[in-house]
């Protein structure tokens, strides 16, 4: 009966001395964790006699420098991009207006050059066709009507007899004359003058 006593208190003070070792342990732990969160992360200590080395944080070392890229040539099958090409007419150098009957067009020009156009037109219809040539402006008249067709004529320029240039719809041939858009009809009244050069072309 005292043998079992003896034994039984030399566990108890075992565990007894255990749980002061792990109490002891847990306590230290925990008073680490608060002295650490109490301290500075980067406060001065035997690494760091002076204190951190940056205040806001580390210093971000600048990139190497990129070189310009070489331009990218262009691929093969695909044409380079290049300026729209200069609006030409088929006439000479010499025509202030010129016509074309195969594609119902006109333009206005200066020295070869075009200044307006291609703007849409109509010509005259089978029996009264249009004929291809050089010819000069006769004269114009803003409004002028016609006592052979009992139709009035805007911005009407007269360049071969009776056959002018004037208001009139286009989806529709004329009796001979040139029919034209508002706009187009304005635009040559305003630039031509008489004695121009008016070609007509096939």
Same mark, same amino acid.
């Given at each position: 009966?005292? %043998? !079992?006593?003896?034994?039984?208190?030399?566990?108890?003070? %075992?565990?007894?001395?255990?749980?002061?070792?792990?109490?002891?342990?847990?306590?230290?732990?925990?008073?680490?964790? /608060?002295?650490?969160?109490?301290?500075?992360?980067? +406060?001065?200590?035997?690494?760091?006699? *002076?204190?951190?080395?940056?205040?806001?944080?580390?210093? $971000?070392?600048? @990139?190497? &420098?990129?070189?310009?890229?070489?331009?990218?040539?262009? #691929?093969?099958? #695909?044409?380079?991009? #290049?300026?729209? *090409?200069? $609006?030409?007419?088929?006439? +000479?150098?010499?025509?202030?207006?010129?016509?074309?009957?195969?594609?119902?067009?006109?333009?206005?020009?200066?020295?070869?050059? /075009?200044?307006?156009?291609?703007?849409?037109?109509?010509?005259? %219809?089978?029996?009264?066709?249009?004929?291809? @040539?050089?010819?000069? $402006?006769?004269?114009?008249?803003?409004? !002028?009507?016609?006592? #052979? !067709?009992?139709? &009035?004529?805007?911005?009407?320029?007269?360049?071969?007899?009776?056959?002018?240039?004037?208001? @009139?719809?286009? =989806?529709?041939?004329? !009796? @001979?004359? $040139?029919?034209?858009?508002?706009?187009?009809?304005?635009?040559?009244?305003?630039?031509?003058?008489?004695?121009? /050069?008016? =070609?007509?072309?096939?």
């Amino acid at each position: 009966m005292g %043998r !079992h006593r003896k034994k039984s208190e030399s566990a108890i003070n %075992r565990w007894g001395a255990r749980a002061a070792v792990v109490a002891g342990v847990t306590a230290a732990g925990f008073g680490t964790e /608060v002295s650490a969160q109490a301290q500075p992360l980067w +406060s001065a200590g035997p690494l760091w006699p *002076a204190g951190p080395l940056w205040s806001a944080g580390p210093e $971000v070392p600048a @990139g190497p &420098e990129i070189p310009d890229l070489p331009s990218v040539p262009a #691929l093969p099958g #695909l044409p380079a991009l #290049l300026p729209p *090409a200069p $609006v030409t007419a088929p006439c +000479s150098a010499h025509a202030r207006a010129c016509f074309r009957l195969s594609t119902n067009e006109g333009w206005l020009m200066d020295s070869g050059k /075009v200044t307006y156009g291609p703007t849409p037109v109509s010509f005259g %219809r089978p029996g009264y066709e249009t004929p291809p @040539g050089v010819f000069r $402006v006769n004269f114009k008249e803003i409004y !002028h009507w016609s006592t #052979l !067709h009992n139709a &009035e004529m805007r911005y009407a320029v007269f360049f071969n007899g009776d056959i002018a240039t004037h208001i @009139g719809p286009i =989806e529709e041939p004329s !009796h @001979g004359c $040139v029919r034209m858009t508002p706009d187009g009809a304005r635009a040559f009244f305003e630039y031509l003058e008489p004695g121009d /050069v008016v =070609e007509v072309v096939e």
